[in-house]
């Protein structure tokens, strides 16, 4: 059974570093991963799609690799603002499903 | 930019009374999904329905949920008859393909179960 887990629980920064989310899952035959952002209260924010056959992928300040024999993908953000504060999620699709599984999430608190 | 919206955003009931959670998913897209997030903890799949069936079903999905594509633009769940524990927010999702796809989510309803 596909299980899910990101490090670490909770992370706070200050404005302009550069960090690494990082999230783990324990069986490596994926179909794709996808990193969202939660803001408190509200609905899931696509960020990158990762797919298996992919090392990773870049949107802007976000940079999502994915390391797939090791069950592993980091998300990278590049100069962190503010308004990156919020919860990350990453979630993994399987071959022989539709779901996503996601993970337990990184709630990110970027201070000025 | 096309979106995912939901209505309710907040949906309050009594226990054992039966409520329809409705969403417009993305125009050209073709699957769609029901998730739910308890507060404090992970988003969990309960439904995926392609060409007006269901397509996979959670555990969770038991005999009081339904859902429904009514017409060429709306998708609903049902729950038949509300338990305290099906308090949480519910999010729907669509896809332009099925897996494999980016999945796009909607703001949610915040179903609070008395």
């Known amino acids: 059974k596909q299980e899910v887990t990101q490090i670490p629980a909770a992370l706070s920064v200050p404005e302009g570093e550069n960090l690494v989310l990082n999230c783990s899952f324990t069986?490596?035959?994926?179909?794709?991963l996808q990193w969202f952002r939660q803001d408190p209260g509200k609905g899931l924010t696509s960020l990158l799609l990762i797919q298996s056959s992919q090392r990773e992928q870049t949107s802007g300040r976000l940079n999502a690799s994915l390391d797939k024999s090791s069950g592993r993908s980091t998300l990278y953000i590049a100069a962190s603002q503010p308004g990156d504060s919020a919860t990350y999620l990453c979630?993994?699709?399987?071959?022989?499903?539709?779901?996503?599984?996601f993970g337990t999430g990184t709630r990110l608190q970027v201070f000025p | 930019e096309p979106e995912v919206t939901q209505t309710p955003s907040h949906q309050v009931t009594q226990m054992g009374q039966e409520v329809i959670l409705r969403c417009v998913p993305i125009s050209n897209h073709l699957y769609f999904y029901w998730y739910r997030q308890i507060l404090g903890q992970k988003v969990e799949f309960l439904v995926s329905f392609y060409n007006n069936e269901i397509s996979e079903k959670s555990e969770i999905f038991d005999d009081q949920f339904s859902v429904e594509r009514p017409d060429g633009s709306n998708f609903t769940l049902k729950i038949r008859s509300t338990k305290l524990e099906d308090s949480a927010m519910y999010f729907c999702a669509s896809s332009i393909g099925g897996r494999g796809f980016e999945q796009f989510f909607g703001p949610g309803t915040r179903l609070t179960v008395l």
């Open positions: 979630a993994v699709g399987g071959f022989n499903t539709d779901k996503l599984i």
């Open positions: 069986d490596s035959a994926i179909y794709n």
